[in-house]
Every structure is written in C-alpha cells, then in structure tokens.
C-alpha cells in the first residue's frame, strides 16, 4: 500500500480545500417580464417558459396560505 513519505502541511491542505466553495447558482432573465429567473425553468412571475404561457402567473407573495 503507498504510503506518504512526508506529513503534508496544514498550510498545504488549506490551500486544496479553498478551491472546494459553493457556486452561486445562475440567473438568467425572463424575455417576457424580464424578471431573474433560472435558467430551464418556468418563470414565476408571468408563468412562461419557452415562449408559452404553461401555468397561470403567481399572485400576491409566492405561497398559498393566508396571514391572519
């Protein structure tokens, strides 16, 4: 079994793990409202996708439940 020869720095491991960070996820805009969205995704604000509308468009804040 290949054993390292040397103990790697921590200096050296730190460097390594600084490339392992999180992607920002990407946002294109919608070509109908032109509000972010991602991308391959309906939009939900007008409800299109692919040039056609394909759910009804979203009201009020995003979820369907009432404050009261």
């Known amino acids: 079994m290949a054993v390292p020869k040397k103990k790697q ?3 050296r491991t730190a460097q390594r793990r600084a490339q ?3 992607a ?3 946002v294109n805009e919608c070509p109908r409202c032109h509000s972010p969205r991602m ?3 309906v939009c939900a ?3 299109t996708y692919a040039g056609r509308e394909v759910m ?3 009201a009020g804040h995003g979820h369907d439940h009432d404050h009261g």
């Open 9 to 11: 720095a921590h200096a």
């Open 20 to 22: 392992h960070k999180i």
């Open 24 to 26: 920002a996820p990407a």
């Open 39 to 41: 991308p391959h995704r």
């Open 45 to 47: 604000v007008c409800g």
């Open 56 to 58: 009804a468009a979203a």
